[in-house]
């Protein structure tokens, strides 16, 4: 994913808008830790389409 693009991204579930991080295919929140599926290079933001953080996790 462009740099660029990832500096202007924000979690669309948070209400402080945290940004996001590229992970493995996924933008992840630095905040509640959603992550949100990228598909064909183009990110998909809706929030149904978050996956919630696994109970336990230690990654945000």
Not at 30 to 54: K, N, W, Y
Request: proline fraction near 17%.
């Amino acid at each position: 994913m462009d740099p660029k693009l990832l500096e202007l991204l924000a979690c669309p579930v948070c209400p402080e808008r945290p940004p996001l991080e590229e992970r493995d295919g996924w933008l992840v929140c630095t905040s509640c830790g959603r992550r949100f599926p990228i598909r064909d290079g183009i990110p998909d933001l809706l929030p149904e389409s978050a996956v919630e953080p696994q109970e336990g996790s230690t990654e945000p």
